[in-house]
């Protein structure tokens, strides 16, 4: 690590920066040995040329940070964006290139990880934020604010291996947040613990910020990415795909997952039909997003009109059909962002032997940006007649995006003193 003797605004630059892994421990550790050997010696390790059965974990990473700023790390899983941290960090070198870093790092990387479990909780404090740079004097005036943040007084006197692993956590959190650093490398760890205590570090990340520490930030979800980031950085493989504006960031990344699975990812499914032999009575043939025009949406786009079209072919009448649809969020949590079922809107749909088409008008298409799941079922009462269960399709910025979980519809307007209304601007 390099410590930078100007510019106190700029926090942390990482320039060309790469790392090499081999996949074989035997080979590992002799690589190990003869690298030790080589810097005693004074020689060239010859840091950028792979040796039998290594590869690269990074290759030519670079890009700087400052003061208050929040950078965002997005990638797959093996991206190298863990081991990009830990080279920030100080645990492990880079074989080429150079991180430079200035002021005080607090590594929030795999929280509690190194708590000694034979020693008390309060031990274990004093321990670990001597560590992170506090004096004793500093630590003292910071315990029992740690304490309660970790909300562990019952148990301070214990030892860390009768802890929970969310207590352990927590207090870990809590010790590196309170030694009040300048710059916070987070990777994933914002999930630990219950509700109120993730309400807690938010809060307390955002005092950080406004106080001037930086962050890196390490998470699967982007939404928690676009809420805290300005920029961010997507790895691939080890490389630098693209960085900057970290919607624009989070796009890319969510566009070349789409393009990596099935032709699902044009927008259109097409499903073999059944014989009538093996047909409970309706069957769905196809599932593609149209606009007003009848003409397919590839990748519907947020804030504008879009119809989901089900066709569907059917063997006998049906006078009260409901379809049902339930989208995820698949570059998330997997979690579920939206639930419709036409029986719920008071819509019950007449079905007539042969192909029919059920259409589903979203107005404004509220969902941002994104990569989807829909799972699609028809029914009728508790009988099913048919369900499909994954229809992947992407939605694209349109004119007007946002860092929301969804889009908004909304007019605006002023009341001026006489209860007149001005009605300023209208979005849809």
């Not at 309170?178 to 219950?194: F, S, T, Y």
């Not at 946002?402 to 006489?418: A, K, T």
Request: glycine share 8%.
């Amino acid at each position: 690590m390099i410590n930078y003797p100007n510019d106190s605004e700029l926090l942390i630059s990482v320039d060309k920066v790469s790392k090499k892994f081999c996949r074989n421990l035997k080979r590992s550790l002799l690589y190990g040995i003869q690298d030790i050997c080589t810097e005693l010696t004074g020689g060239n390790r010859h840091g950028d040329i792979l040796r039998p059965q290594e590869f690269w974990a990074l290759k030519d990473v670079s890009f700087q940070l400052r003061r208050g700023e929040a950078l965002g790390l997005v990638g797959a899983n093996g991206a190298g964006k863990s081991t990009l941290l830990r080279i920030i960090s100080g645990l492990i070198n880079p074989d080429t290139g150079t991180v430079k870093v200035r002021g005080k790092l607090a590594p929030l990387i795999a929280l509690g990880a190194g708590f000694n479990p034979v020693l008390t909780g309060r031990e274990n404090i004093y321990a670990n934020m001597s560590i992170l740079g506090l004096s004793t004097p500093e630590i003292e005036k910071r315990f029992d604010a740690v304490v309660d943040f970790a909300g562990i007084a019952d148990a301070i006197d214990a030892p860390v291996q009768t802890y929970s692993s969310g207590m352990a956590a927590r207090l870990g959190f809590a010790c590196a947040v309170h030694i009040e650093p300048d710059v916070l490398l987070i990777d994933e760890v914002l999930a630990v613990g219950d509700i109120n205590f993730r309400v807690k570090c938010y809060q307390r990340l955002a005092k950080l910020r406004e106080s001037g520490t930086a962050f890196v930030l390490v998470s699967h979800n982007p939404h928690v990415v676009l809420n805290v980031c300005e920029n961010s950085v997507y790895l691939a493989k080890g490389k630098l795909i693209k960085s900057g504006e970290t919607e624009a960031v989070i796009r890319q990344y969510e566009e070349d997952v789409s393009l990596a699975g099935t032709d699902t990812a044009l927008g259109m499914m097409f499903l073999p039909e059944k014989p009538e032999s093996q047909s409970l009575g309706i069957d769905i043939v196809s599932l593609c997003f149209q606009d007003e025009h009848g003409n397919l949406l590839t990748s519907p786009l947020c804030g504008q009109l879009a119809y989901l079209s089900v066709e569907c072919k059917a063997y006998k009448q049906v006078d009260n059909a409901n379809l049902g649809v339930s989208i995820t969020a698949l570059s998330g949590q997997n979690e579920r962002i939206l639930y419709i079922t036409s029986a719920s809107d008071n819509e019950p749909l007449k079905i007539l032997p042969g192909r029919v088409e059920i259409q589903m008008q979203m107005p404004y298409f509220c969902l941002l940006p994104g990569l989807y799941s829909a799972k699609i079922y028809i029914k009728e009462g508790v009988r099913s007649f048919d369900i499909v269960e994954s229809f992947r399709f992407m939605v694209k910025a349109g004119k007007i995006t946002s860092r929301s979980l969804f889009y908004q519809p909304r007019q605006w307007q002023v009341i001026n003193h006489n209860n007149s209304k001005f009605k300023i601007q209208t979005l849809y």
